[in-house]
């Protein structure tokens, strides 16, 4: 406003002299005044900063997305309707960085989308607002998302369900219905899945339901020549482990372990189905995780077999530290040397440090230092 009235005064005073009663007439100066806005061109990113309440930085960025805005009008009726709802200056501002183009978005399908979201799908604003931050916004962009909600609300059993599984991954409500999730879901029920399996499987793993069902069939048939049940409860996060993963590391991860451990495939797949998520782990790592256990710990083959878990836990945040820790106290006589290894790295960290170290700061100082340092890598894991 400062330099608009600034651009404004050279002119007032220059047509003050020789059109004195003309120029002070109201309807000069409201002409000159629009006359000189009009002049002024249009700033996406200075709109995004002022109206929108994003950074400078997170504007240079949405602004690309939006470049060929060309005045306030469409936005300011955009931001009129999702203030509507109840979001506050901070919740526009994250939806427009989540979502720029909703800005371009035409203002009635916007109000008509959100009207049915409301009359059709029963949401209150609160919940409409939530929607919108949760990631909602980009397909409420893009088109009426109710059939979808009408959809997904009943089969997760609840709105806020729906609420935490957008906040992963919203691509479950950019999903056909028709071509992809329903086919997904009966593919999935085949196996011998539930739909409680199902809704497990997404509030972790949501992307799996929005394969394209040809490639999902390839996956499951994967996933179930490793033999682990439908039913069970390994099934679905073996599903999203070959899932992500090329066929041959499997196949050569499943071979490592096999020759490493000296066990048959047979064995080996019975102790995937308890920790599936160890195919995830690349062969150096498990190779070194082994060796550890094996010469470092001293366990037996068949123990490790029995709990694939220890696979699964890092070597350098869990083993190696607890290993250390346990040994020191086994060494100083104030725990039996017998102690079960497993039951002590599946411990939460909270438990085993109040048990393990804060029992024995007394008779053994420095050993929470000692314990820090090993997992922060900065000393040698012996006692």
Known sequence: MLRLRNRLLPLLRATSSSHASASSSPLHLRLLLLSTAAATPFSVEDYLVATCGLTGAQALKASKKVSHLRSPSNPDAVLALLSGVGLSGADLAAVVVAEPQLLCARADNIARRIASLRDRVGLSEPQIGGLLLAGGATVVHRCDVTPRLEFWIPFLGSFE??????????????????????????????????VCDIVTMAQTAAWTLTFNPERLKVVLER??????????????????????????KIAARMELL????????????????????????????????????????????DYILRRPVLLALSLEKRLVPRHYVVEALAVKGLIRKDLDFFSCVCMRDEVFVAKYIDHHENALPGLADAYAAVRAGKLPAQV
């Open 161 to 194: 369900m729906l609420l935490k599984i957008l906040k992963s991954n919203n691509s479950i409500l950019r999903s056909s219905l028709e071509r992809v999730i329903k086919p997904n879901i009966a593919l999935f029920q085949k196996c011998g899945l539930s």
């Open 223 to 248: 996933a179930e020549k490793l033999c682990v049940p439908g039913h069970s409860s390994a099934f679905k996060y073996v599903v999203c482990t070959v899932a992500r993963i090329d066929e041959g």
């Open 258 to 301: 096999s020759s490493t451990l000296g066990c048959s495939m047979d064995e080996l797949r019975s102790a995937i189905c308890k920790s599936p998520q160890v195919l995830g782990i690349s062969e150096m790592k498990l190779r070194a995780k082994i060796e550890f256990l094996v010469t470092k710990v001293g366990l037996e083959i």
